[in-house]
Protein backbone atom coordinates (compact mmCIF):
# COMPACT_ATOMS: atom_id res chain seq x y z
CA UNK A 1 0.00 0.00 0.00
CA UNK A 2 1.67 3.41 -1.41
CA UNK A 3 -0.02 7.06 -0.68
CA UNK A 4 0.73 9.85 -2.75
CA UNK A 5 1.77 13.52 -2.22
CA UNK A 6 -1.97 14.22 -1.44
CA UNK A 7 -1.80 11.83 1.64
CA UNK A 8 1.29 12.95 2.69
CA UNK A 9 -0.70 16.69 2.96
CA UNK A 10 -3.54 15.32 4.93
CA UNK A 11 -1.30 13.08 7.25
CA UNK A 12 1.06 16.08 8.44
CA UNK A 13 -2.55 17.72 9.01
CA UNK A 14 -3.71 14.74 10.96
CA UNK A 15 -5.06 15.10 14.83
CA UNK A 16 -4.20 12.53 17.09
CA UNK A 17 -6.72 10.13 17.58
CA UNK A 18 -8.47 10.43 21.36
CA UNK A 19 -7.85 6.70 22.74
CA UNK A 20 -4.41 6.88 21.09
CA UNK A 21 -2.80 10.23 22.65
CA UNK A 22 0.47 10.67 23.62
CA UNK A 23 1.79 10.65 27.26
CA UNK A 24 4.89 12.64 27.39
CA UNK A 25 6.46 12.84 23.51
CA UNK A 26 10.47 12.26 23.59
CA UNK A 27 12.03 14.45 20.91
CA UNK A 28 14.48 11.99 20.36
CA UNK A 29 12.67 9.45 18.59
CA UNK A 30 15.15 7.51 16.83
CA UNK A 31 18.85 7.49 16.45
CA UNK A 32 21.17 5.09 14.03
CA UNK A 33 23.37 4.96 17.35
CA UNK A 34 21.28 3.53 19.70
CA UNK A 35 21.46 -0.02 18.28
CA UNK A 36 24.54 -2.41 18.94
CA UNK A 37 25.02 -3.76 15.05
CA UNK A 38 24.57 -2.46 11.80
CA UNK A 39 21.94 -5.75 11.22
CA UNK A 40 19.98 -4.57 13.94
CA UNK A 41 19.55 -0.70 12.39
CA UNK A 42 18.57 -2.59 9.13
CA UNK A 43 15.63 -4.59 10.64
CA UNK A 44 14.34 -1.08 11.39
CA UNK A 45 14.29 0.36 8.55
CA UNK A 46 11.32 0.48 6.74
CA UNK A 47 10.67 -2.11 3.96
CA UNK A 48 13.74 -3.64 4.95
CA UNK A 49 13.76 -7.60 5.57
CA UNK A 50 15.13 -8.57 8.88
CA UNK A 51 17.34 -10.93 9.46
CA UNK A 52 15.95 -14.42 10.87
CA UNK A 53 19.00 -15.27 11.85
CA UNK A 54 19.83 -11.87 13.90
CA UNK A 55 20.12 -12.42 17.74
CA UNK A 56 18.75 -8.42 19.03
CA UNK A 57 21.15 -8.57 22.08
CA UNK A 58 19.86 -4.79 23.11
CA UNK A 59 16.59 -6.85 24.45
CA UNK A 60 18.64 -9.19 26.26
CA UNK A 61 19.65 -9.65 30.04
CA UNK A 62 22.63 -6.91 30.55
CA UNK A 63 23.57 -9.11 34.05
CA UNK A 64 24.77 -11.89 31.72
CA UNK A 65 27.53 -10.15 30.25
CA UNK A 66 28.77 -9.72 34.01
CA UNK A 67 28.20 -13.01 35.07
CA UNK A 68 30.56 -14.52 32.23
CA UNK A 69 33.41 -12.50 33.86
CA UNK A 70 33.01 -14.73 37.10
CA UNK A 71 31.94 -17.87 35.33
CA UNK A 72 35.58 -18.33 33.54
CA UNK A 73 37.42 -17.43 37.24
CA UNK A 74 39.91 -15.40 34.89
CA UNK A 75 41.17 -12.19 36.39
CA UNK A 76 42.91 -10.50 33.35
CA UNK A 77 42.97 -6.94 34.63
CA UNK A 78 42.70 -5.17 30.71
CA UNK A 79 39.30 -7.54 30.52
CA UNK A 80 38.65 -6.67 33.62
CA UNK A 81 39.22 -2.19 32.60
CA UNK A 82 37.72 -2.80 29.08
CA UNK A 83 34.74 -4.44 30.56
CA UNK A 84 34.11 -1.33 33.33
CA UNK A 85 34.59 0.93 30.42
CA UNK A 86 31.79 -0.83 28.22
CA UNK A 87 29.66 -1.02 31.17
CA UNK A 88 26.73 1.64 31.70
CA UNK A 89 25.51 2.72 35.25
CA UNK A 90 22.34 0.80 36.40
CA UNK A 91 20.51 4.13 36.02
CA UNK A 92 21.42 5.60 33.08
CA UNK A 93 20.81 2.25 31.17
CA UNK A 94 16.94 2.00 33.02
CA UNK A 95 16.63 6.04 31.64
CA UNK A 96 17.93 4.46 28.35
CA UNK A 97 15.29 1.57 27.95
CA UNK A 98 12.49 3.77 28.82
CA UNK A 99 13.61 5.82 26.49
CA UNK A 100 13.47 2.91 23.64
CA UNK A 101 10.03 1.98 25.12
CA UNK A 102 8.98 5.73 24.55
CA UNK A 103 9.89 5.82 20.88
CA UNK A 104 8.82 2.57 20.21
CA UNK A 105 4.97 3.35 21.22
CA UNK A 106 5.17 6.44 19.31
CA UNK A 107 6.09 4.92 16.05
CA UNK A 108 3.37 2.19 16.53
CA UNK A 109 0.79 5.34 17.08
CA UNK A 110 2.31 6.69 13.75
CA UNK A 111 1.81 3.32 12.48
CA UNK A 112 -2.05 2.97 13.76
CA UNK A 113 -2.67 6.80 12.48
CA UNK A 114 -1.99 4.86 8.76
CA UNK A 115 -4.62 2.71 8.91
CA UNK A 116 -8.19 3.26 7.43
CA UNK A 117 -10.87 4.23 9.45
CA UNK A 118 -12.56 1.60 11.26
CA UNK A 119 -9.66 -0.98 10.38
CA UNK A 120 -9.82 -3.99 12.26
CA UNK A 121 -6.73 -6.13 10.62
CA UNK A 122 -4.42 -8.03 12.31
CA UNK A 123 -1.86 -5.76 12.10
CA UNK A 124 -4.04 -2.92 13.88
CA UNK A 125 -4.73 -5.40 16.45
CA UNK A 126 -1.77 -6.43 17.34
CA UNK A 127 -0.27 -3.12 17.33
CA UNK A 128 -3.11 -2.21 19.67
CA UNK A 129 -2.41 -5.05 22.18
CA UNK A 130 1.48 -4.03 21.87
CA UNK A 131 1.10 -0.29 22.70
CA UNK A 132 -1.05 -1.57 25.81
CA UNK A 133 1.74 -3.99 26.80
CA UNK A 134 3.90 -1.28 25.98
CA UNK A 135 2.49 1.53 28.00
CA UNK A 136 2.09 -0.66 31.29
CA UNK A 137 5.65 -1.75 31.41
CA UNK A 138 7.04 1.77 31.32
CA UNK A 139 5.02 2.62 33.76
CA UNK A 140 5.82 0.16 35.85
CA UNK A 141 9.55 1.04 35.45
CA UNK A 142 8.97 4.08 36.23
CA UNK A 143 7.31 3.24 39.49
CA UNK A 144 9.88 0.77 40.51
CA UNK A 145 13.37 2.17 38.81
CA UNK A 146 13.79 -1.06 37.65
CA UNK A 147 13.63 -2.97 34.15
CA UNK A 148 12.58 -6.56 34.49
CA UNK A 149 13.02 -9.30 31.73
CA UNK A 150 9.03 -9.24 31.36
CA UNK A 151 9.76 -5.48 30.26
CA UNK A 152 12.61 -6.49 27.95
CA UNK A 153 10.14 -9.01 26.45
CA UNK A 154 7.60 -6.51 25.55
CA UNK A 155 10.37 -4.62 24.17
CA UNK A 156 11.07 -7.07 22.17
CA UNK A 157 7.58 -8.04 20.85
CA UNK A 158 6.86 -4.61 20.39
CA UNK A 159 9.68 -4.71 18.06
CA UNK A 160 9.14 -7.39 15.75
CA UNK A 161 5.29 -6.04 15.69
CA UNK A 162 6.89 -2.35 14.18
CA UNK A 163 9.07 -4.99 11.53
CA UNK A 164 6.10 -5.83 10.13
CA UNK A 165 3.96 -2.76 10.10
CA UNK A 166 7.35 -1.59 8.32
CA UNK A 167 6.74 -4.22 5.60
CA UNK A 168 3.11 -2.56 5.74
CA UNK A 169 3.20 0.66 5.56
CA UNK A 170 6.85 0.81 3.15
CA UNK A 171 6.37 5.19 2.57
CA UNK A 172 9.36 7.19 4.98
CA UNK A 173 7.77 10.30 3.27
CA UNK A 174 4.57 9.44 5.00
CA UNK A 175 6.47 8.57 8.37
CA UNK A 176 8.05 11.21 8.42
CA UNK A 177 5.58 13.71 8.04
CA UNK A 178 3.55 12.89 10.69
CA UNK A 179 6.35 12.82 13.19
CA UNK A 180 6.50 16.00 12.12
CA UNK A 181 3.38 17.12 13.03
CA UNK A 182 3.10 14.70 16.05
CA UNK A 183 6.38 17.30 17.41
CA UNK A 184 5.16 20.76 16.18
CA UNK A 185 1.60 19.34 18.06
CA UNK A 186 3.35 18.15 21.44
CA UNK A 187 5.69 21.40 21.15
CA UNK A 188 2.85 23.78 21.40
CA UNK A 189 1.19 21.97 23.91
CA UNK A 190 4.64 22.79 25.92
CA UNK A 191 4.27 25.97 25.00
CA UNK A 192 0.56 26.00 26.39
CA UNK A 193 1.54 24.50 29.25
CA UNK A 194 4.73 26.95 30.58
CA UNK A 195 2.04 29.50 29.80
CA UNK A 196 0.05 28.41 31.80
CA UNK A 197 2.07 27.68 34.82
CA UNK A 198 3.47 30.89 34.73
CA UNK A 199 -0.01 33.03 34.96
CA UNK A 200 -1.11 30.49 37.92
CA UNK A 201 2.30 30.93 39.90
CA UNK A 202 1.65 34.43 39.49
CA UNK A 203 -1.67 34.12 40.28
CA UNK A 204 -0.18 32.24 43.30
CA UNK A 205 2.31 35.46 43.94
CA UNK A 206 -0.48 37.97 44.26
CA UNK A 207 -2.75 35.80 46.03
CA UNK A 208 -2.75 36.76 49.92
CA UNK A 209 -3.12 33.20 52.09
CA UNK A 210 -6.66 32.82 53.71
CA UNK A 211 -4.76 32.46 57.31
CA UNK A 212 -3.14 35.72 56.73
CA UNK A 213 -6.92 37.58 56.20
CA UNK A 214 -7.93 35.83 59.41
CA UNK A 215 -4.88 36.96 61.27
CA UNK A 216 -5.47 40.66 60.19
CA UNK A 217 -9.02 40.63 61.23
CA UNK A 218 -8.66 39.41 64.72
CA UNK A 219 -5.86 41.37 65.64
CA UNK A 220 -8.20 44.57 64.02
CA UNK A 221 -10.77 43.63 66.21
CA UNK A 222 -8.38 43.40 69.36
CA UNK A 223 -6.78 46.60 68.74
CA UNK A 224 -9.55 48.46 69.17
CA UNK A 225 -10.24 47.44 72.32
CA UNK A 226 -6.82 48.26 73.48
CA UNK A 227 -6.58 51.61 75.53
CA UNK A 228 -4.87 54.30 73.74
CA UNK A 229 -0.98 54.55 75.11
CA UNK A 230 -0.01 56.99 77.66
CA UNK A 231 1.46 60.62 76.50
CA UNK A 232 4.36 59.47 78.63
CA UNK A 233 5.24 56.76 75.93
CA UNK A 234 4.52 58.70 73.43
CA UNK A 235 7.17 61.09 74.32
CA UNK A 236 9.86 58.17 75.03
CA UNK A 237 9.07 56.62 71.83
CA UNK A 238 9.31 59.77 69.68
CA UNK A 239 13.12 61.01 71.19
CA UNK A 240 14.31 57.30 70.05
CA UNK A 241 12.70 57.69 66.25
CA UNK A 242 14.12 60.85 65.27
CA UNK A 243 17.94 59.99 67.14
CA UNK A 244 20.43 59.88 64.64
CA UNK A 245 22.67 58.01 66.20
CA UNK A 246 20.54 54.86 65.80
CA UNK A 247 19.91 52.34 63.52
CA UNK A 248 16.92 53.08 61.64
CA UNK A 249 15.63 50.97 59.38
CA UNK A 250 11.92 51.52 56.72
CA UNK A 251 9.98 48.79 55.82
CA UNK A 252 6.79 49.37 53.51
CA UNK A 253 4.46 46.71 53.77
CA UNK A 254 0.87 45.64 54.32
CA UNK A 255 1.87 42.11 55.16
CA UNK A 256 1.68 41.44 59.19
CA UNK A 257 3.88 38.25 59.36
CA UNK A 258 6.65 39.19 56.41
CA UNK A 259 6.94 42.57 58.88
CA UNK A 260 7.69 40.15 61.53
CA UNK A 261 9.86 38.28 60.35
CA UNK A 262 11.98 41.29 59.64
CA UNK A 263 11.91 42.51 62.54
CA UNK A 264 12.38 39.40 64.40
CA UNK A 265 15.42 38.44 62.50
CA UNK A 266 17.33 41.77 62.75
CA UNK A 267 16.81 42.04 65.96
CA UNK A 268 18.05 38.39 67.10
CA UNK A 269 20.90 38.89 64.65
CA UNK A 270 21.84 41.95 66.37
CA UNK A 271 25.07 43.22 68.74
CA UNK A 272 23.00 46.13 69.91
CA UNK A 273 19.71 45.45 69.27
CA UNK A 274 18.50 48.32 71.82
CA UNK A 275 20.00 51.03 69.22
CA UNK A 276 17.48 49.71 66.35
CA UNK A 277 14.85 51.36 65.20
CA UNK A 278 12.09 50.02 62.81
CA UNK A 279 9.98 52.66 61.12
CA UNK A 280 7.28 50.40 59.28
CA UNK A 281 5.29 51.78 56.57
CA UNK A 282 1.72 50.39 55.70
CA UNK A 283 -1.53 51.54 54.86
CA UNK A 284 -4.78 52.60 56.73
CA UNK A 285 -6.34 48.96 56.38
CA UNK A 286 -3.40 47.08 57.80
CA UNK A 287 -2.22 49.67 60.51
CA UNK A 288 -4.44 47.95 63.34
CA UNK A 289 -3.40 44.50 62.60
CA UNK A 290 0.36 45.43 62.36
CA UNK A 291 -0.05 47.85 65.10
CA UNK A 292 -1.60 44.93 67.48
CA UNK A 293 1.47 42.80 66.58
CA UNK A 294 3.94 44.65 67.81
CA UNK A 295 1.86 45.15 70.73
CA UNK A 296 1.57 41.99 71.97
CA UNK A 297 4.51 40.77 70.55
CA UNK A 298 7.31 43.41 71.55
CA UNK A 299 10.99 43.01 70.29
CA UNK A 300 12.68 43.45 73.52
CA UNK A 301 15.04 46.79 73.54
CA UNK A 302 14.69 47.23 70.41
CA UNK A 303 11.74 50.07 68.88
CA UNK A 304 9.05 49.70 66.74
CA UNK A 305 7.66 52.69 65.25
CA UNK A 306 4.07 51.79 62.72
CA UNK A 307 3.07 54.90 60.27
CA UNK A 308 0.13 55.18 58.09
CA UNK A 309 0.69 56.11 54.72
CA UNK A 310 -2.69 58.01 54.43
CA UNK A 311 -0.91 60.57 57.35
CA UNK A 312 1.95 62.01 54.85
CA UNK A 313 -0.68 65.00 53.79
CA UNK A 314 2.18 67.08 51.90
CA UNK A 315 2.07 63.54 49.61
CA UNK A 316 -0.90 64.49 47.73
CA UNK A 317 -0.50 68.19 48.33
CA UNK A 318 3.27 68.56 46.93
CA UNK A 319 3.52 65.65 44.67
CA UNK A 320 1.44 64.53 41.34
CA UNK A 321 0.96 60.88 42.14
CA UNK A 322 1.76 59.46 39.00
CA UNK A 323 2.13 55.81 40.06
CA UNK A 324 -1.71 55.62 39.94
CA UNK A 325 -1.67 55.69 36.41
CA UNK A 326 0.28 52.70 35.51
CA UNK A 327 -1.48 50.14 33.31
CA UNK A 328 -0.56 46.94 35.65
CA UNK A 329 -2.37 44.30 36.74
CA UNK A 330 0.04 43.16 39.31
CA UNK A 331 -0.49 44.74 43.16
CA UNK A 332 3.23 44.13 43.53
CA UNK A 333 3.88 46.96 40.39
CA UNK A 334 0.83 48.86 41.23
CA UNK A 335 1.01 49.12 45.00
CA UNK A 336 1.79 52.76 46.52
CA UNK A 337 3.78 51.42 49.10
CA UNK A 338 6.31 50.33 46.45
CA UNK A 339 6.92 53.73 45.55
CA UNK A 340 7.26 55.21 48.70
CA UNK A 341 10.79 54.52 49.22
CA UNK A 342 11.40 57.19 46.68
CA UNK A 343 10.24 59.89 49.49
CA UNK A 344 12.15 58.33 52.62
CA UNK A 345 13.97 62.14 52.83
CA UNK A 346 10.73 63.82 53.23
CA UNK A 347 9.23 60.38 55.67
CA UNK A 348 12.23 61.09 57.94
CA UNK A 349 13.11 64.49 57.73
CA UNK A 350 15.16 64.42 60.94
CA UNK A 351 17.17 61.02 60.04
CA UNK A 352 20.64 61.35 58.26
CA UNK A 353 20.80 57.65 56.94
CA UNK A 354 18.38 54.82 56.70
CA UNK A 355 18.40 51.12 55.29
CA UNK A 356 15.68 50.06 53.68
CA UNK A 357 14.31 46.38 53.99
CA UNK A 358 11.89 44.74 51.87
CA UNK A 359 9.66 42.74 53.77
CA UNK A 360 10.58 39.36 52.31
CA UNK A 361 13.72 39.57 53.49
CA UNK A 362 15.37 37.51 56.47
CA UNK A 363 18.25 38.99 58.38
CA UNK A 364 21.50 36.37 59.47
CA UNK A 365 23.65 38.58 60.87
CA UNK A 366 24.80 42.06 62.48
CA UNK A 367 24.04 44.64 60.23
CA UNK A 368 25.58 47.82 62.12
CA UNK A 369 28.29 47.81 59.56
CA UNK A 370 26.80 49.30 57.28
CA UNK A 371 26.50 52.32 58.97
CA UNK A 372 30.22 53.00 58.58
CA UNK A 373 30.16 51.91 54.79
CA UNK A 374 31.95 54.07 52.25
CA UNK A 375 29.07 56.14 50.32
CA UNK A 376 32.10 57.63 48.30
CA UNK A 377 29.43 60.53 48.52
CA UNK A 378 27.00 58.88 46.82
CA UNK A 379 23.11 58.40 48.14
CA UNK A 380 22.34 54.93 47.47
CA UNK A 381 24.13 51.71 48.60
CA UNK A 382 23.55 48.69 46.62
CA UNK A 383 24.29 45.04 45.70
CA UNK A 384 25.33 45.03 41.91
CA UNK A 385 23.47 42.40 39.48
CA UNK A 386 25.22 42.59 36.56
CA UNK A 387 27.66 39.65 36.77
CA UNK A 388 26.54 37.79 33.62
CA UNK A 389 27.10 34.15 35.13
CA UNK A 390 24.85 34.85 37.95
CA UNK A 391 20.98 33.69 38.21
CA UNK A 392 20.36 37.77 39.03
CA UNK A 393 21.90 38.97 36.24
CA UNK A 394 20.04 42.28 35.09
CA UNK A 395 20.70 44.36 32.07
CA UNK A 396 19.56 47.92 31.70
CA UNK A 397 17.83 47.68 28.28
CA UNK A 398 15.80 44.68 29.74
CA UNK A 399 13.94 46.79 31.15
CA UNK A 400 14.12 50.74 30.07
CA UNK A 401 13.53 51.31 26.29
CA UNK A 402 16.87 52.50 24.93
CA UNK A 403 15.58 53.22 21.27
CA UNK A 404 13.58 56.12 22.84
CA UNK A 405 16.41 59.26 22.13
CA UNK A 406 15.85 60.47 25.53
CA UNK A 407 17.40 57.62 27.20
CA UNK A 408 19.86 56.43 24.73
CA UNK A 409 21.78 60.10 25.73
CA UNK A 410 20.71 59.80 29.20
CA UNK A 411 21.84 56.48 29.87
CA UNK A 412 24.53 53.58 29.01
CA UNK A 413 22.49 50.52 28.58
CA UNK A 414 25.77 48.83 29.69
CA UNK A 415 25.79 50.39 33.16
CA UNK A 416 26.04 48.16 36.25
CA UNK A 417 22.34 47.55 37.72
CA UNK A 418 21.94 46.84 41.15
CA UNK A 419 18.86 45.29 43.14
CA UNK A 420 16.48 46.57 46.11
CA UNK A 421 15.65 44.45 49.02
CA UNK A 422 18.72 46.12 51.14
CA UNK A 423 19.73 49.58 50.29
CA UNK A 424 21.57 52.01 52.69
CA UNK A 425 20.31 55.53 51.99
CA UNK A 426 22.33 58.89 52.67
CA UNK A 427 19.75 60.93 52.85
CA UNK A 428 21.28 63.89 53.28
CA UNK A 429 22.90 63.56 50.05
CA UNK A 430 19.04 62.53 48.80
CA UNK A 431 18.02 66.07 49.42
CA UNK A 432 21.12 68.40 48.11
CA UNK A 433 20.91 66.09 45.12
CA UNK A 434 16.82 66.53 44.98
CA UNK A 435 16.35 62.84 43.57
CA UNK A 436 12.64 62.79 44.38
CA UNK A 437 12.25 65.85 41.67
CA UNK A 438 14.15 63.57 39.30
CA UNK A 439 11.85 60.25 40.22
CA UNK A 440 8.58 62.52 39.84
CA UNK A 441 10.64 63.62 36.07
CA UNK A 442 11.20 60.20 34.97
CA UNK A 443 7.94 58.71 36.15
CA UNK A 444 6.04 61.72 34.07
CA UNK A 445 7.77 60.20 30.98
CA UNK A 446 7.14 56.93 31.94
CA UNK A 447 3.54 57.68 31.54
CA UNK A 448 3.67 59.56 28.64
CA UNK A 449 5.86 57.42 26.49
CA UNK A 450 6.67 53.59 26.69
CA UNK A 451 10.52 54.00 28.30
CA UNK A 452 10.09 52.34 31.46
CA UNK A 453 8.67 48.54 32.35
CA UNK A 454 8.67 46.05 35.45
CA UNK A 455 7.41 48.81 38.35
CA UNK A 456 10.01 50.37 40.55
CA UNK A 457 13.11 48.95 39.89
CA UNK A 458 13.50 50.76 36.10
CA UNK A 459 12.61 53.73 38.00
CA UNK A 460 15.32 53.65 40.62
CA UNK A 461 17.85 52.64 38.30
CA UNK A 462 17.55 55.96 36.54
CA UNK A 463 16.70 58.31 39.62
CA UNK A 464 19.77 57.16 41.09
CA UNK A 465 22.29 56.61 37.90
CA UNK A 466 25.36 57.61 39.07
CA UNK A 467 24.36 57.88 42.31
CA UNK A 468 24.63 54.18 43.78
CA UNK A 469 27.88 52.70 45.11
CA UNK A 470 28.13 49.05 45.46
CA UNK A 471 28.43 47.48 48.47
CA UNK A 472 29.99 43.65 49.35
CA UNK A 473 27.69 40.60 48.00
CA UNK A 474 27.96 39.07 51.30
CA UNK A 475 25.44 41.91 52.48
CA UNK A 476 22.50 40.69 50.40
CA UNK A 477 22.11 37.48 49.12
CA UNK A 478 19.62 37.62 45.96
CA UNK A 479 17.20 34.26 44.63
CA UNK A 480 15.66 32.87 47.38
CA UNK A 481 12.19 33.25 45.76
CA UNK A 482 13.02 32.28 42.10
CA UNK A 483 16.03 30.29 42.13
CA UNK A 484 15.89 26.65 43.91
CA UNK A 485 19.79 26.24 42.82
CA UNK A 486 21.34 28.95 45.50
CA UNK A 487 24.56 27.32 47.22
CA UNK A 488 23.80 26.76 50.46
CA UNK A 489 27.40 27.88 51.45
CA UNK A 490 26.35 31.46 49.82
CA UNK A 491 23.00 31.96 52.20
CA UNK A 492 25.35 30.92 55.19
CA UNK A 493 27.18 33.46 54.48
CA UNK A 494 24.94 36.10 53.81
CA UNK A 495 23.95 38.89 56.19
CA UNK A 496 20.51 39.15 54.23
CA UNK A 497 18.69 36.48 52.24
CA UNK A 498 16.58 37.76 49.94
CA UNK A 499 13.27 35.50 48.49
CA UNK A 500 12.99 38.04 45.17
CA UNK A 501 10.57 36.69 43.04
CA UNK A 502 6.99 34.58 42.95
CA UNK A 503 8.25 31.71 45.20
CA UNK A 504 7.93 33.42 48.45
CA UNK A 505 8.42 31.47 51.50
CA UNK A 506 4.79 31.97 53.40
CA UNK A 507 3.22 30.96 49.86
CA UNK A 508 2.28 26.95 49.56
CA UNK A 509 4.87 27.25 46.25
CA UNK A 510 7.38 28.81 47.90
CA UNK A 511 10.89 26.41 47.98
CA UNK A 512 10.20 23.91 50.67
CA UNK A 513 14.74 23.91 51.23
CA UNK A 514 14.37 27.89 51.64
CA UNK A 515 11.28 28.14 54.28
CA UNK A 516 12.71 26.48 57.23
CA UNK A 517 15.59 30.19 57.20
CA UNK A 518 12.02 32.27 57.18
CA UNK A 519 9.55 30.03 59.69
CA UNK A 520 12.45 29.70 62.20
CA UNK A 521 12.08 33.32 63.57
CA UNK A 522 8.10 32.68 63.65
CA UNK A 523 6.68 31.14 66.51
CA UNK A 524 3.86 29.27 65.46
CA UNK A 525 2.61 28.30 68.67
CA UNK A 526 1.45 31.67 68.98
CA UNK A 527 -2.75 31.64 69.41
CA UNK A 528 -3.62 34.08 66.82
CA UNK A 529 -1.75 31.89 64.74
CA UNK A 530 -3.22 28.62 65.55
CA UNK A 531 -6.68 29.55 65.55
CA UNK A 532 -6.03 31.09 62.08
CA UNK A 533 -4.61 27.59 60.84
CA UNK A 534 -0.86 29.17 59.98
CA UNK A 535 1.67 26.41 60.42
CA UNK A 536 5.32 26.46 59.73
Not at 140 to 151: F, G, P, Q, R, Y
Not at 276 to 284: K, Q, Y
Not at 310 to 325: A, H, P, Q, T
Request: glycine share 6%; with cysteine; aromatic share 10%.
Amino acid sequence: MTYGAGDVEALSSMEQEAGESLKGPRPIVFKDNDFQSREGINSLEFGSNPSKEHKDNRFEDEGEKNNSYKATGQHDRGAVKRDKNARIPQSRSVDYKVKEMTDQLIRARVYLSFAPPGSNSHLTKELRQRIKELEHAVEEVTKDSALTKSALQKMKNMESSLVKAGHAYPDCSAMSSKLRAMTDNAEEQVRMQKKQVTYLVNLAARTTPKGFHCLSMRLTSEYFALPPPSERELLEQKKLLHDTKLYHYAVFSDNVLACAVVVNSTVSSAKEPERIVFHLVTNSLNLPAMSMWFSLNPMGRATVEVLRMEDFEWLSREYDLGWKVHNFSDPRFTSELNYLRFYLPNIFPSLDKVVVLDHDVVVQKDLSGLWHVDMKGKVNGAVETCQENEASFLRMDMFINFSDPLIADEFDSKACTWAFGMNVFDLRRWREENLTARYHEYLRLSNERPILKGGSLPLGWVTFYNQTTAVERRWHMLGLGHDSTVPPDDIEKAAVIHYNGAWKPWLDIGFGEYKGLWSKHMDFDNPYLQQCNIHG
